[in-house]
């Protein structure tokens, strides 16, 4: 089993900046890929950016430029650097990791992070 939590949310002014941490523990050897999907209320949960195991990132069209996705395998964490927030960026926050291609399938969660971004 792998565990994730989440830290860093809150309440920012446009254009502010916000980190988010996410922490794994447990069975920390499954983990493959990890990223950050958003959830605004009424919307669809998106992905936000992805890193893969080896240090590949996408990102969201809308958050290239200003969001970094970052990743310390030391540490077992991922990070997400959010600048020039927008309130468009008002969401709750959702760490997510998947499992090395070579075991069975299986995603992992965080337990979601508000972040409000005030206009």
């Known amino acids: 089993q792998v565990q994730l939590v989440e830290s860093g949310g809150g309440l920012v002014q446009t254009g502010g900046s916000l980190r988010l941490s996410c922490a794994a523990s447990?069975?920390?050897?499954?983990?493959?890929?990890m990223g950050w999907y958003r959830q605004a209320p009424g919307k669809q949960r998106e992905l936000v950016a992805v890193?893969?195991?080896?240090?590949?990132?996408n990102y969201e069209d809308s958050v290239k430029g200003r969001f970094t996705i970052s990743r310390d395998n030391a540490k077992n964490t991922v990070y997400l650097q959010m600048t020039s927030l927008r309130p468009e960026d008002t969401a709750v926050y959702y760490c997510?990791?998947?499992?090395?291609?070579?075991?069975?399938?299986?995603?992992?969660w965080g337990q979601g992070a508000q972040v409000t971004v005030s206009s």
């Open positions: 447990g069975s920390i050897f499954r983990i493959n890929d």
């Open positions: 997510h990791a998947n499992t090395r291609p070579w075991l069975p399938s299986r995603d992992y």
């Open positions: 890193i893969t195991s080896d240090g590949n990132t």
